[in-house]
Structure formats: structure tokens, C-alpha cells
């Protein structure tokens, strides 16, 4: 049976009118019914339950919030340790940041740094192609001299046969070395590309974007963490693509970092803001974790915001909404 709202603030009146008001705490409380309850006391049978410090003006000064259970000091413990992993990115990308700064100072660098690099490469290319294209036409100098002998009626020589052997390894090698130049050079391209993005992110020049198997998360673990984990990296490149539009739905802030191992927003300007954060965090070398992080602002507010039942649906359903992208992404 819950108490009238108009009681509640005659109880509340008369505690802060009286003089003993001024000189106690006030708390306020919640019994097992939901009534709320005022008192300069903590009565036993609440010391394990959500409070709330008054000040002589009925302002909040102080929140001490209810009891953990075992299962959640598990969860914070786990959060904890993904938090950690999300910060050595964040940290790792800071480092990033301040190098790439300091290496240039306009984009055009970074353009012409890259210019001079696919130079290298191309002319790489060049010398690799006429190298083949050299041993490819010995290579057809030797087994047009075997096929000759062989219509004389003489035999191949043995050091012929060699030869030709190991024409054809070097043209492998060639090969081999032309693919790799290419697989490097479209990496660097990929590489300077992304820094002239991150310099122009930085310097403003741009609008800002509108384990083991023992230690594998249950699902209700899981989605109390807001974790996805995926076994391989074409699953994971996928998740990882529906999980930035889940950052995007649900932010309130404008993104800030985006690569492939860390998606971050702007942090929290304001009370009701919400700001989502996403790490891949490798586990074994065929194992990944995707940790969806929320942030609110540094206030009671943001606080209260954060340990929502709001906040904790929404870190629930990233789960499930990756899960249900890349199913509905094979039924086509």
C-alpha cells in the first residue's frame, strides 16, 4: 500500500521546519513496498538499500546506492577489465594522434608523403615486371633449345633440365615478390588515406560525421556487458559494421574516433546526453569480443541517467541487434 504524495511532503515539511532538521542528516528512503520514507536515521533493515542525503533545502547532496550482489560485483569486475582493454586503445590511439601532428603539418604533406610512396612502389613494380618478363623469354630459350634436341634424337642434358628448374623457381619468386608489392602498396595507400581523414578530424578542416572457452561470457552476462562475440574475422568485420550503426542510432554525441579497432564518441556535453563507445578486443587468435561501453555526463544527473533501467535495456539489445543484422544478411 503505497503512502499518499500529499503525506509524503507534510512529513517532509516538518522535518526540515523543525531545528533537529538543521542539525541531522536527512535521508531519504524506500521501503520493501516502495513508500518513500524520511528519516535522520538509517534504520537497519536499509542499510543494504538505495539512499539519499538532504541537504536543509531538500537538495540531493549525496546518493549511496543499494547493495551489490554477488553476480553483479561479477559483472563490474568483468566491465572493468573491458573498460581497461578500451582504454589502452583510446590511449593507443591518443599516441597515434600526437605522432601524426607532429610527422605533418597540412594535408598536402600527407598527400605528397603518399605520392612519393606509390612512386616507390610503382617503380618497384616496373623493375619486378621487366625481371619476369626477362626470365619469362629465357625461360622460352630453354625449352625451345630442349625441345630441339629432343627432334635431333639427342638427349637433354642434365644440367638443361636444371636450368629450366630453376628459370622456373625464379619466375615464382617474381611472381611472388610482384604480389606482395602490390598487397603493400594498397596497405599504405589504405594507411595514408585514413591519416589524411584523422588529420583533417583533428585539425577541424572537416564538418564532424552526422579465450578460452571457460571464460566465454554466458548470454545474460553478455548482455549486461553489452558484448557480441565472434569467432572469426569475416563475421567480425560484418558485426563490426552493424555495431557502428548501433553507436550512431544511439548516441547523442558526434562520433570522434572510427577505425577498426576502436569506434568513440564525443564524451557527454550536457545531462541527457548519451555517448557510446565500441572496442574489438581480441581474445585468441581466432577470437574476438565487441564491448559496447555507454558514457554519461559527469553529474548526479548523468549518474542516475547511466544505472537507468533505460541505459541497461539499451546495453542489453546491442546483442541481440547484431545478432538479428547478420541473420537477416544470410537470409539473402
Avoid at 546495453?315 to 537470409?331: D, I, K
Wanted: charged fraction near 25%.
Amino acid at each position: 500500500m503505497s503512502v499518499p504524495m500529499f503525506q509524503v511532503f507534510i512529513v517532509l515539511f516538518c522535518l526540515l521546519g523543525s531545528e533537529v532538521a538543521f542539525a541531522k542528516r536527512l535521508y531519504k528512503l524506500q521501503d520493501q513496498y516502495g513508500n518513500t520514507l524520511f528519516s535522520d536515521q538509517v534504520p537497519p533493515e536499509q542499510s543494504q538499500n538505495r539512499r539519499e542525503l538532504l541537504n536543509n533545502r531538500a537538495m540531493v547532496v549525496d546518493v549511496v546506492e543499494k547493495a551489490k550482489t554477488k553476480e553483479q560485483i561479477d559483472l563490474d569486475i568483468r566491465l572493468a577489465a573491458l573498460r581497461k582493454e578500451e582504454e589502452k586503445l583510446i590511449a593507443k590511439q591518443k599516441v597515434n594522434d600526437h605522432a601524426l601532428l607532429n610527422t605533418f603539418h597540412s594535408e598536402e604533406e600527407i598527400t605528397a608523403a603518399l605520392t612519393a610512396k606509390m612512386q616507390d612502389f610503382d617503380n618497384q613494380q616496373r623493375v619486378l615486371q621487366e625481371s619476369l618478363n626477362n626470365v619469362t623469354q629465357q625461360l622460352a630459350n630453354q625449352q625451345k633449345a630442349a625441345a630441339a634436341a629432343e627432334r635431333n634424337g639427342q638427349d637433354v642434358s642434365a644440367k638443361s633440365v636444371e636450368d629450366i628448374k630453376s628459370t622456373q623457381q625464379q619466375i615464382a619468386q617474381i611472381q611472388k615478390a610482384l604480389r606482395a608489392n602490390m598487397d603493400k602498396r594498397e596497405l599504405v595507400k589504405n594507411e595514408y588515406t585514413a591519416n589524411i581523414e584523422r588529420y583533417l578530424f583533428l585539425t577541424q578542416s572537416v564538418k564532424q560525421p552526422k579465450r578460452h572457452e571457460a571464460d566465454k561470457p554466458s548470454i545474460q552476462q553478455a548482455n549486461a556487458l553489452g558484448l557480441f562475440h565472434c569467432e572469426n574475422d569475416h563475421e567480425c568485420n560484418k558485426a563490426w559494421e552493424i555495431a557502428r550503426q548501433f553507436v550512431n542510432r544511439h548516441s547523442t554525441t558526434v562520433p570522434d574516433v572510427y577505425n577498426d579497432k576502436l569506434i568513440m564518441n564525443r564524451p557527454p556535453a550536457v545531462d541527457t546526453d548519451i555517448s557510446l563507445s565500441l572496442s574489438r578486443i581480441t581474445i585468441t587468435e581466432n577470437d574476438y569480443e565487441l564491448f559496447l561501453d555507454i558514457h554519461c555526463h559527469d553529474s548526479i544527473v548523468g549518474e542516475e541517467l547511466c544505472s537507468s533501467q533505460k541505459i541497461k535495456d539499451l546495453r542489453a539489445s546491442f546483442r541481440s541487434y547484431v545478432n538479428n543484422v547478420l541473420a537477416a544478411g544470410a537470409a539473402h
